[in-house]
């Protein structure tokens, strides 16, 4: 116990506390734990959400949909929902202390992560990574001040040295524990066991893809071509295309005879919304996404590649195989499959994301229903791939971090 | 075509004399690539639209040099040698096929560009490296530019220990026995600066008759605040050597060098050229203009390595000026392409548990 603990206070400071201390802390709010959508919790995170809503300088696009995603009426619906799915004559209850290790990059996924813990009634301790954008610090300095009002001391945002043995302890203090960060980060905490074997929920490497009707990409008017650019550029381009939701290939159900000018026509539109709306890609990484590309043709896997473009580039494949390439920061890889049913068989254990457009939503529901292999958590529009779902990956959160009281 | 290009003065041609020549070698050399490198003919349909007549040089398809990296092209069918570059430690290697025509064609051409520079007798030859450099199982970029210019040393003196140490005593001797007259120094840049400059003192080695031919960047030396200039500087002051040569090359298009000439400027041979490319739609940038070289070489024909699109950045700052009967474009380097660092959901390092 010899490294310190930054602890991040409402008034925007940080206090270094040391380890005795902080398990004191800890061990403390466990008795502060509250029954789940308790109306002193909703009112303090939709009081958060209206300060970043009415916020007059700009904010990036994921402040804003954390925003809108925790807004008070929506905060409602969850609570809503969250009752109907209860089994009848049972009450659910906090699980306890949860411990969050979000991931060092995709640092925002942990605000929805402890909002539905906060929500369920837990007492939180969260690790932040050390470096934080200057709006995730806003946020969280919202947050931090909306609990320091409340007088509310269950809540913790902290920092300590990763080669310390601070995770370990905390560990063996919580209740629950939720870790992303990919397969390696599972690997370094599976075998650090919290306070009574307690719950882990773990976020592993996920791959994810996009699934298009060729014929209603060939149909669509200019506008709408536009429209669907726009959403892909958000599935692909925010995160560097690196979330785990974000969509790597583009399966077009159709063939390439017939729908593959409507496909290129709709990623040079994709390719001038990325152009327009980001700034372009590191020259080193628009090359390295060139090398990609052309050994792909050499391989003899992609007939058409297309590399011009500061943002995407884009290789068409010859056969109808899985394509496992992820290079990331707008780099897709387009293969023609003859149906629906067919994407159903490509799919792998890793998958999560199926991202579609253009087809009806009982095909989509079919095609979810008859996969029955593991794999794929989660069939969305294009558009919606990185928009945090309170049932992510495989789980329904706030069911995981309540339990369930019996009360016959 | 490329027997009359080596032939003249490396810098003899005008740009409008050189182009049209080189162009009729390019697209010789596309078509002899495509038909014997069915990986590249592959990447000629589906990157460039398939093969056609170029009608100038700045339409002549080009490969990232980066793919080298990733697969072996080769257009011979004739037994040969893998050049590996050293790059970056762990870093993958480069790995080019190299046969006895294009090595052959790799010396002559390294003979026309350093002949003027060093003449017609082979010179004692001190190489500021190790001699383990040459005898690597896989030749690195550093061990195929020191038996380069082998080819020019009578007998070569290595300066350096396998662990990269100063052999002192082995620079002296060299210099006692061979000071008096022309000799070569060879090495990489940043060796030669901290293996030679920095360790010997101010006088401490007559170095006047010497001829200092120094490639492999700046990078490692900007980092100390050494420029070009102050490097030039530093050797005149030290050891009284003024004769010095950087050059700018790689091991995806060996033989073909730029060599520093007039007004610090790099320059291609009369068999070489270079364009400058703007990021994004790679398409030519103005002269003055930088962007990200492209080389065009006639040398390579065992691989398609003709055209080549680099990682380095710079731009074109004369054509045709003349100084010193040196025609063409001439170059200043301005550093490698920026890397990106993609966020993701993978913690990358990972994840010490506790």
Redesign the interface.
Known sequence: MSALTTVFEADGGERQIDGVTLLERLEACRSLLVAPFATERIDLIAAVSEAILKRKAPVSSFAKHFGFWIRHAALLRLQQDFGRRHPAQTLARPRGLVFHLP????ET?FLYSWVLSFLAGNANVVRLPREISADMRWICELILAALGNAADRSQWLIHYP????????I?AAADARVV??????I???E??PLRNGGKSIW?G??FSLCVLDGETVAALSETERGELAHRLFNDIFI??????SSPHVLYVVGDADRHLAGIKTLLQALGAAA?DKGE?????????K??????S????L????T????MLTS?IALGEDRSEQRV??GFLNVVFVPSLAAVSGLLREHDQTVTHFGFPADAIRDVAASNTALGVSRWTAVGSALDFDAVWDGYDLLFELTRLVRVT | MFDRLLDAAPYSLRQTEKEPLLLTGLNELMRFHTERCPDYARIINAAWGGLRPYRAIEDVPFLPVGLFKEMELSSTAVSSIVLQSSGTTGQVPSRIIVDPETATRQSRALIATFRPILGESRLPFLAIDTKDVISAASLTARGAGVLGMMKFGAKATFALSAALETDRQAIRKFVDANGSKPFLIFGFTFLVWTKLYEQFGDGELDLSNAVLIHSGGWKKLEAQKVSNATFREAFRARFNLTRIYNFYGFVEQIGSMFVEGPEGLLYPPNFTDVIVRRPGSWEAAEPGEEGVLQVVSLLPRSYPGHSVLTEDRGAILAIDKGIDNHFGKAITIAGRVAKAELRGCSDVIAASAA
């Open positions: 991931p060092k990059n995709v996924v990763s080669d310390s043995d601070l995770g370990r302890t560990s992303w960060g990919g397969d390696a980060k690997k370094a905490f075998t650090i976020f490497d996920r995160f560097d295309q690196m979330a785990c152009a372009a890609s590191a020259t080193g990484h628009q090359i390295a060139m090398v990609q590309a052309f050994a043709a050499a391989g003899g992609s007939s058409e590649v590399w011009r473009n500061a290789a990331g920061g």
